[in-house]
């Protein structure tokens, strides 16, 4: 059984950052999901169970990071738009080896989800 427990989310101006937490009970490979109302849960970033290998969905690169250290990962939210308004979920997935996920259906277990909020 895996936990995952998130926090870190809040309302904030359009320009502002924000860092998600994800507190993990092993080193399993992570990564990081977005819902919002009437969309599907959508892949924004994933770090690898050592954290040398990290990957960002193409809408997100150059704003949103994910990174990691033994017991956390970290979801780094830059230049926030309102259009990043939803719930954000972390997820554990179980990889052999040092490489990344990049579809939801490949993570087993989900964090509670988090709401990010940004308006003006």
């Known amino acids: 059984q895996v936990t995952l427990v998130e926090s870190g989310g809040g309302s904030v101006r359009p320009g502002a950052s924000l860092t998600l937490s994800c507190k993990v009970s092993?080193?399993?490979?992570i990564g990081w999901f977005r819902q919002s109302p009437g969309t599907e849960r959508e892949f924004l970033g994933a770090v690898s169970r050592s954290g040398r290998k990290i990957s960002a969905a193409d809408s997100v690169k150059g704003r949103f990071t994910a990174d990691r250290d033994r017991s956390t990962a970290y979801l780094r939210l830059n230049d926030l738009r309102p259009e990043d308004t939803g719930v954000y979920y972390c997820a554990a997935r179980f990889e052999r080896w040092d490489s990344v996920g990049v579809d939801r259906t490949q993570y087993s277990y989900w964090g509670q989800g988090t709401q990010v909020t940004v308006s003006s």
């Open positions: 092993n080193d399993w490979q």
